[in-house]
DNA sequence: CGGTAGGTTGAAGTGCCTCAATATGAGTGG
DNA sequence: CCACTCATATTGAGGCACTTCAACCTACCG
């Protein structure tokens, strides 16, 4: 299940550095930290809400996601987590995890030790802040997820789960043309929107109607992104930050 | 409005050291920030979603609130903050404030610049890592609030703000016997729940009528915590972190 | 071809919303 | 000390978005 491959390291590297300005030995640090890779298959959470944390988890392929359960077993989808992301990182300062992770598609993971990860943080205070900086740029996204289920018709959070994964996309380049790939089903979007998964698909179906997108086989096709984005109330602000504090 | 107030940036030292050991002289360097102090009237919001932000907001007294509203004007409060939390801790690092701020009730507030905090992160690099751990620790609260906000009946929801703020308010030791003082009125704890006014109201009256707490001129006393907490489905875990990663 | 996961449809029930009115209580000025 | 005002709290009645439960359909796979 464990193999060694660090090469992937860069492609967290990336990741970091498209918010944070590092410099070239900076970037040596973080290519030299440890890590192994490994596969799980779709459906199956790897990391229960309150376990121990001494690795960091990055998304290599495939789509993550965060998960709460309240005591009856209903399942809530706190956050999506793909290519490049660290899943866990509002996790690792707490050594606990916040949430639960779950595959939802085959997906491939990276895991940086803990211990070599604060030791580069210490002696590079920069990487320290760039980490920071990207667990409250995850924070901001969280926020907007929280406000998206509070007060929001489910019509407008199916419509913002996709303006929000669209985007996400596009940042990372995996948008194909008005369309993009999410591995998801509907049982899990209604998890990530809290309504029935019943509802859901009466409401992706309106969607569908109206000509606003359609999704077939995991491939969302948008057709009218400004209609989309207006059902959604979307304001993609909260997801793109300039290199801030770039001292 | 701004007045010169160094004392009372114990205080939040005393915050931070509750979640990350420091030394003497990182508290000194603490301690030796700039900082000043004002006051806001309740019902003033003195930070909008999208400021740009170049001070750090301790909260000194007071309840204050962060909040997201929708095109169509609707609020909903997505964090409170009470004595010692630091109120905008997800957005320094952002340089953009993420969320509005608003005075609940009366309050004070300290200012710290973020360039000397940041001076001093980069000095101190374990004050940076406290301040993540924060900020994580935040995020975690965070999560929560939207698992609260999503799945559940209304009941729960206010169930479940009572037994946080309940706990959070233990903490800092400002729990009277079984009940605390809460700044709020029932439209604002309507827009903390993502519920109406007059909804709010009568779930408020319903807990009221089994026994298990009232709340009259901001004071709630809770005559049945068991009964709220299994109403709330509240794990208080989330709250609670070890000193970790203490190396 | 049977089994299973995911998707679609129908019909009835309900928790919460909406709008609208009234009550309460604290603060203010006469 | 009362009259007035305003924010807050309470109550009523009707409507709808979403839930619930149940069936059926489709596609994929061994």
């Not at 998304?59 to 709460?68: D, Q, R």
């Not at 990860?117 to 802040?129: G, H, K, Q």
């Not at 996309?169 to 209604?190: D, I, K, N, P």
């Amino acid at each position: 299940m464990l193999t060694n491959d660090t090469r992937t390291l860069d492609r967290y590297l990336t990741r970091l550095a498209l918010r944070s300005p590092l410099t070239q030995e900076e970037r040596q640090a973080i290519l030299a930290l440890p890590s192994s890779s490994s596969k799980k298959a779709a459906g199956s959470s790897f990391v229960a809400s309150g376990d121990e944390i001494d690795h960091a988890c990055v998304v290599l392929t495939g789509l993550v996601s965060s998960f709460k359960q309240t005591r009856d077993g209903t399942r809530q989808i706190m956050a999506l987590h793909i290519c490049g992301d660290m899943a866990d990182l509002p996790s690792i300062m707490l050594a606990e995890a916040v949430s639960g992770l779950e595959a939802l598609s085959d997906v491939t993971m990276l895991h940086i030790p803990l211990p070599a990860l604060f030791a580069v943080s210490e002696a590079y205070p920069r990487i320290a802040l760039a980490l920071w900086r990207d667990g409250a740029a995850d924070a901001a996204i969280q926020m907007a997820w929280a406000n998206n289920v509070g007060r929001k018709s489910a019509r407008s959070r199916l419509a913002h789960l996709f303006c929000e994964m669209g985007a996400r996309y596009e940042q990372t380049g995996s948008r194909v043309g008005l369309g993009f790939e999410l591995l998801m089903t509907q049982e899990q979007l209604a998890d990530a929107t809290a309504i029935t998964p019943v509802h859901l698909n009466r409401t992706l179906m309106s969607l569908r109607a109206d000509g606003i997108l359609d999704m077939r086989n995991k491939l969302v096709q948008v057709f009218d992104w400004p209609a989309l984005i207006k059902a959604a109330d979307f304001d993609p602000r909260y997801l793109s930050f300039r290199l801030a504090n770039a001292h």
